[in-house]
């Protein structure tokens, strides 16, 4: 049986996350040309002002926003690994996709074919339904579709 993956993070700390991040919220709290970049920079000062609040991501929102920075914004590498770095140490958690996720992902793709749902979206669904959550920090309404609450 594959185990559930996160980084460090026991099942009894997985109860207390309290929301996704999604690599819309990530870009916009990164870049400062971002129409919400406002809004997420406060949310997450917010945030880090609550210790027992917890967020969590999985490594596909990781890729898709590396990607986004490196070659829609020509972010240098190293930039983006150092405020990634600052995440982690700020409390994000970091859950991996498994084989299990990745072939759930594909045949909700497949599902819902009709829907403008990118590859990392649907391993978002899939995870957070396994995990439970309902809220999802993100610009994307899409998620909305498939009862998750926007932040």
Request: no cysteine; aromatic share 16%.
């Amino acid at each position: 049986m594959e185990e559930s993956i996160t980084i460090i993070i026991s099942m009894e700390a997985q109860r207390n996350i309290d929301f996704f991040v999604d690599t819309s919220a990530f870009a916009a709290l990164f870049v400062q040309k971002e129409i919400s970049h406002q809004h997420y920079q406060e949310f997450f000062k917010k945030l880090s002002a609550q210790p027992n609040l917890q967020f969590t991501t999985t490594d596909y929102v990781i890729d898709e926003w590396f990607t986004l920075l490196r070659y829609r914004y020509h972010v240098p590498a190293s930039d983006i690994v150092a405020f990634y770095e600052q995440l982690l140490a700020g409390g994000l958690k970091v859950w991996f996709v498994t084989r299990t996720d990745f072939s759930k992902s594909m045949l909700l793709a497949k599902k819902y074919h009709d829907h403008l749902l990118s590859f990392t979206d649907a391993t978002t669904v899939v995870v957070m339904h396994y995990h439970g959550l309902k809220k999802i920090l993100t610009m994307d309404k899409d998620f909305q579709a498939f009862g998750f609450e926007m932040i």
